[in-house]
């Protein structure tokens, strides 16, 4: 039976402004997203080295952008506890090199210091986007 709202759905203000500075990431908006963001924030994601810095997720959205669109995502879980928000999802992404329909089931978990993301950690199987 479909629900309107999962039950493992929790807002909070930690997981507005998550959400708020992927939208501005989304949207290239970078000078904005960084109002969001610690000066020295790690960013990695699945197995990949880790970036550090707004530039760091930049040159990371520049490579991934080469090879897939970000199509939204449906949240399975949202929640914070702490300085730490967690956030289950299923990314949608259409890849560039064969117009495929990709579903990447992520786990994202935002630590926040000072009020900004300090530590930024996606467990996600990015090997897909390559084909």
């Not at 289950?88 to 630590?111: G, M, N």
């Not at 210091?113 to 199987?125: K, Q, S």
Request: with cysteine; net charge negative.
């Amino acid at each position: 039976m479909p629900r309107d709202k999962p039950d493992k759905i929790e807002d909070s203000p930690l997981t507005e402004s998550v959400e708020a500075m992927e939208m501005l990431i989304a949207q290239q908006a970078w000078q904005e997203a960084a109002g969001y963001i610690s000066e020295d924030i790690l960013y990695k994601v699945g197995g990949r080295s880790p970036v550090y810095g707004v530039s760091g997720i930049r040159d990371y959205m520049n490579w991934q952008n080469a090879l897939v669109h970000w199509d939204g995502h449906d949240i399975r879980m949202k929640f914070s506890r702490g300085d730490t928000v967690v956030i289950e999802a299923d990314s949608k992404f259409t890849r560039l090199a064969d117009s495929a329909q990709l579903v990447v089931p992520c786990t994202d978990i935002y630590t926040f210091r000072d009020g900004r993301i300090a530590d930024w950690r996606v467990y996600a199987d990015t090997s897909v986007f390559s084909g």
